[in-house]
């Protein structure tokens, strides 16, 4: 009898080690993928911010943006990036401003957290512009 | 000023070096012509016998005043001349002309005959010379009140121009015909 | 197996996960922190490389220095907008965007100055020099300091959020030594364009060529189409004329301001490649931010950046003219007798042709008491004839010499690049038929300019000044600051139209009159002086050109005694 205690008490163990274990490793697997995403949100923003900033234009700077935006590709955890605010002056002169919004799956779905929207800006002055005569 | 401008009516010659010819410049022109055939005519009387010599003189004190001007008279056109010299019932032939700087030279012939007559002649041989010419219309001639008494021409050759005036000399009934030469800018 | 091993062995695992669980937490909440920390490193740097851009977008308009009341800044009053269009009055104020116009039109004044006639325009080109040296001191003084710039970095590096840093972090200017600014693109073009080619000599006065190390074509690779043919201005290469040395700053050719790296920036920094440029204006400048939030790590970044306008000039002086003088027409009367002698009566005559007969003149000629000369149609060398026929028309004369100082003062009165005022565009701005009109109703004097800094007009004095009413009034009475020099010295020719009149002098006694034609005869001559006053454009003026036109009756009377 005291045989079949023994082994039955280190399965247990490792049972509750893995409770423990298994759910910060995942937690900390979604933490890496979210942190990766808000990089890439970030770089894609200042991205379009500078494309745009390089345009004579606003109908020129916004194209310029999307074309920033063009070489991403969704894959299972990214699902989608987008501009969703573009702010161009109407005449050129000052700054231009983007907002993308990145949606993002974890890879460990979290219960109540199916995925996450990141949202990052860049302000960026338009140098693409000529001084007004 | 009047508030009127000068302007170039329609179908008004615009002659070669730009001249632009009113009515009233045609007129005095007419006049000053016969002025200087009157003086020409009263000349006509039998003149005092004169040594030759003393005329070839002055015909040389001529040429050497002309030399010093750069410019050289003579009663005769030269042969080569680019325009044939109207041979008809000519009283008095004058060519003048630069020997420096801008060539330039100025035929002045004084004939008995009409200058309808000499200027039809004059057509015919610049035409036939090769030469373009620009004539004004009837409109402008009778515009400008000169039937009969003026006729001209503008005309042009190569790097040449010519402007051609035959007018009447109200004196004789004759024709003063003046051929202005001058090689463009 | 004793009681106390047992005991010891079934408790290790759960200890051990724990310690790996405890492990796991640290590492991950170290990894949080390491990517916070990258993150806003990474932030930093993108804001401040935001400010670096507006800086080198916005210092081409400020700081600006305001020109002063004396003559020699006022001169630039025409340098002071950005556009090409003369009427555009400026604001008086010159940046970085501007400075290269202002030393161009110090150039084009001492370029006119180095004419033989310049006289009172040499001192003139000095006071341009030193004006324009002071306005550019006073410029660079203002870039190279940052305070001046630290607004317009700090107006985008606020607005790029920085919240790897924290929460309510923002990337602000760090003052200091990250500050500074460099001479790059050097020998690069400037903005400032010069008209025409080598082989016309870009349209300069004649007796001026500019040096070959003094200007460069396109230094972009590949040379743009628009400007494959284009010669420019050298930047932070001087230009020797006269005695001083004239400077332009390098923007290379349609390029935007943008970021370089630190290695070129500090290669060409004054200290560490000198120049000959006592203060010389920078063209590229560095900054360095800081976000910071009190409690957290802070981040410091450096970012360099060269500035460009992307506005190009042409080298002139806009608001300057040229002024044409047309003297009384005068006939004159000349005898021989024997020697030539003037008559006591000159007339005046217009453009519109009149019969004038001269004074009767004694004695008359050789062996005459008296000549009365014929009358002749007097006028007819400038009836209907335009502007440019009265200065260049016959009698011609050597008219070359002219001919290239008023194309080269029509070039430097165009501001547009790419416009070139050729000998053909001259005759043909001066061939307008209503100069015709305007010499019969009496005008003798036109203004050649430009109003729009890419056309020329040639007008009488009241019309010019309805045409550039910003500008033009305030300098259209300026004498040209140079001496006057005759060009064309008395050009003549027998008239053309005027036929040979035949003389009537009156014999003394026992004389006749020679025969009329050879050599009694009275011929017609057209004369022209023309006279070049070498103005620098330091008063706006740019020369003036008096033509003087005239007309000669020769009468020769000769009398021959009758035998």
């Given at each position: 009898?005291?045989?079949?205690?023994?082994?039955?008490?280190?399965?247990?163990?490792?049972?509750?080690?893995?409770?423990?274990?298994?759910?910060?490793?995942?937690?900390?697997?979604?933490?890496?993928?979210?942190?990766?995403?808000?990089?890439?949100?970030?770089?894609?923003?200042?991205?379009?911010?500078?494309?745009?900033?390089?345009?004579?234009?606003?109908?020129?700077?916004?194209?310029?943006?999307?074309?920033?935006?063009?070489?991403?590709?969704?894959?299972?955890?990214?699902?989608?990036?987008?501009?969703?605010?573009?702010?161009?002056?109407?005449?050129?002169?000052?700054?231009?401003?983007?907002?993308?919004?990145?949606?993002?799956?974890?890879?460990?779905?979290?219960?109540?957290?199916?995925?996450?929207?990141?949202?990052?800006?860049d302000v960026e002055p338009i140098v693409g512009s000529t001084i007004p005569e | 000023m009047s508030a009127s401008v000068y302007q170039l009516s329609k179908g008004e010659i615009k002659l070669k070096f730009n001249l632009v010819l009113p009515t009233s410049l045609l007129v005095l022109l007419g006049n000053s012509f016969g002025l200087g055939a009157a003086v020409a005519q009263s000349s006509q009387q039998t003149p005092p016998k004169t040594?030759?010599?003393?005329?070839?003189?002055?015909?040389?004190?001529?040429?050497?005043?002309?030399?010093?001007?750069?410019?050289?008279?003579?009663?005769?056109?030269?042969?080569?001349?680019?325009?044939?010299?109207?041979?008809?019932?000519?009283?008095?032939?004058?060519?003048?002309?630069?020997?420096?700087?801008?060539?330039?030279?100025?035929?002045?012939?004084?004939?008995?005959?009409?200058?309808?007559?000499?200027?039809?002649?004059?057509?015919?041989?610049?035409?036939?010379?090769?030469?373009?010419?620009?004539?004004?219309?009837?409109?402008?001639?009778?515009?400008?009140?000169?039937?009969?008494?003026?006729?001209?021409?503008?005309?042009?050759?190569?790097?040449?121009?010519?402007?051609?005036?035959?007018?009447?000399?109200?004196?004789?009934?004759?024709?003063?015909?003046t051929v202005g030469w001058l090689k463009n800018r | 197996m004793s009681t106390v091993e047992k005991r010891s062995k079934r408790g290790s695992v759960t200890a051990f996960a724990a310690a790996l669980a405890l492990t796991l937490m640290v590492l991950g909440i170290g990894f949080i922190i390491i990517c916070l920390y990258m993150g806003g490193q990474r932030e930093t740097k993108n804001a401040t490389d935001a400010g670096a851009l507006s800086v080198g977008k916005e210092v081409l308009s400020e700081p600006s220095v305001m020109l002063t009341p004396a003559a020699n800044q006022r001169c630039f009053f025409d340098c002071t907008n950005d556009t090409i269009n003369n009427n555009v009055m400026g604001d008086g104020r010159v940046n970085l965007n501007r400075i290269n116009r202002v030393w161009s039109k110090a150039m084009v004044i001492a370029i006119n100055a180095e004419d033989s006639n310049a006289g009172g325009g040499k001192g003139n080109a000095d006071s341009a020099f030193q004006g324009a040296e002071s306005i550019s001191n006073s410029l660079a003084d203002k870039l190279t300091d940052a305070s001046n710039l630290h607004g317009f970095f700090t107006d985008l590096s606020k607005k790029n959020s920085t919240r790897m840093i924290g929460v309510g972090s923002a990337t602000e200017v760090k003052p200091g030594a990250g500050w500074q600014t460099s001479l790059m693109d050097r020998d690069a073009e400037s903005n400032i364009e010069l008209t025409g080619t080598p082989s016309n000599n870009f349209y300069l006065p004649p007796g001026f060529s500019m040096p070959g190390s003094s200007t460069t074509k396109c230094t972009r690779n590949p040379i743009p189409g628009e400007v494959s043919n284009t010669t420019f201005l050298k930047g932070y290469a001087p230009l020797q004329i006269g005695n001083h040395d004239f400077w332009q700053v390098p923007f290379k050719w349609n390029d935007k301001p943008h970021l370089v790296s630190s290695t070129p920036f500090i290669a060409n920094k004054v200290s560490t490649k000198a120049t000959n440029w006592t203060k010389p204006v920078p063209n590229a400048f560095s900054v360095e931010g800081q976000a910071v939030k009190p409690g957290a790590t802070g981040e410091i970044a450096s970012s360099w950046v060269l500035s460009n306008p992307r506005h190009a000039y042409k080298i002139a002086a806009p608001h300057s003219f040229l002024k044409i003088h047309v003297d009384q027409l005068k006939c004159h009367w000349f005898f021989y007798v024997p020697l030539k002698v003037e008559g006591f009566s000159t007339q005046n005559y217009d453009y519109t042709p009149?019969?004038?007969?001269?004074?009767?003149?004694?004695?008359?000629?050789?062996?005459?008491?008296?000549?009365?000369?014929?009358?002749?149609?007097?006028?007819?060398?400038v009836v209907g004839r335009t502007l440019d026929e009265i200065i260049f028309g016959v009698p011609k004369g050597s008219t070359d010499k002219l001919e290239k100082y008023m194309v080269s003062r029509a070039n430097q009165m165009i501001s547009k690049p790419g416009v070139e005022i050729t000998a053909s565009k001259l005759h043909s701005t001066l061939n307008?038929?209503?100069?015709?009109?305007?010499?019969?109703?009496?005008?003798?004097?036109?203004?050649?300019?430009?109003?729009?800094?890419?056309?020329?007009?040639?007008?009488?004095?009241?019309?010019?000044?309805?045409?550039?009413?910003?500008?033009?009034?305030?300098?259209?009475?300026?004498?040209?600051?140079?001496?006057?020099?005759?060009?064309?010295?008395?050009?003549?020719?027998?008239?053309?139209?005027?036929?040979?009149?035949?003389?009537?002098?009156?014999?003394?006694?026992?004389?006749?009159?020679?025969?009329?034609?050879?050599?009694?005869?009275?011929?017609?001559?057209?004369?022209?002086?023309?006279?070049?006053?070498?103005?620098?454009?330091?008063?706006?003026?740019?020369?003036?050109?008096?033509?003087?036109?005239?007309?000669?009756?020769?009468?020769?009377?000769?009398?021959?005694?009758?035998?």
């Open positions: 009898m005291r045989n079949r205690a023994k082994r039955g008490s280190g399965l247990i163990e490792a049972i509750l080690a893995a409770t423990i274990l298994v759910p910060i490793a995942l937690f900390l697997l979604d933490l890496t993928v979210m942190i990766i995403a808000n990089s890439m949100n970030d770089t894609a923003a200042k991205n379009a911010a500078r494309a745009a900033a390089n345009q004579p234009n606003g109908g020129a700077a916004h194209a310029a943006a999307e074309k920033a935006l063009a070489t991403f590709q969704a894959s299972a955890i990214v699902k989608s990036l987008a501009i969703s605010e573009f702010d161009y002056p109407s005449k050129g002169v000052g700054s231009v401003s983007v907002v993308t919004v990145m949606e993002v799956k974890l890879p460990v779905p979290v219960p109540g957290f199916a995925g996450y929207t990141f949202k990052a800006g | 040594s030759p010599t003393d005329v070839e003189a002055a015909k040389q004190k001529l040429g050497s005043i002309m030399a010093a001007s750069n410019m050289r008279m003579t009663t005769q056109a030269p042969s080569n001349f680019p325009v044939q010299a109207y041979k008809s019932n000519v009283t008095q032939t004058t060519f003048i002309n630069s020997t420096k700087g801008s060539p330039v030279a100025n035929l002045s012939i004084c004939t008995k005959d009409s200058p309808e007559t000499v200027f039809q002649w004059y057509q015919q041989a610049l035409k036939a010379a090769g030469w373009t010419l620009r004539i004004p219309s009837a409109k402008l001639m009778a515009k400008l009140g000169s039937q009969g008494q003026l006729f001209m021409l503008d005309a042009e050759k190569e790097q040449q121009g010519i402007k051609l005036m035959c007018i009447l000399d109200k004196a004789t009934n004759g024709t003063t015909v | 009149t019969s004038l007969t001269g004074s009767t003149h004694f004695p008359g000629g050789t062996g005459s008491t008296s000549l009365t000369p014929p009358a002749h149609m007097i006028g007819l060398d307008s038929p209503t100069t015709i009109a305007w010499l019969i109703a009496g005008e003798r004097d036109f203004y050649v300019f430009s109003k729009d800094g890419e056309t020329l007009e040639c007008q009488p004095k009241a019309l010019a000044i309805a045409m550039a009413p910003t500008w033009l009034p305030l300098i259209i009475g300026e004498s040209a600051d140079g001496n006057e020099t005759k060009l064309i010295d008395d050009a003549n020719m027998p008239s053309v139209v005027n036929p040979p009149m035949p003389t009537s002098p009156s014999p003394i006694p026992f004389f006749t009159p020679a025969p009329p034609y050879i050599p009694n005869v009275s011929w017609v001559l057209w004369d022209k002086d023309v006279y070049w006053k070498n103005g620098t454009g330091y008063n706006g003026s740019l020369g003036e050109v008096r033509v003087k036109r005239w007309s000669e009756v020769h009468s020769v009377g000769v009398c021959i005694p009758i035998i």
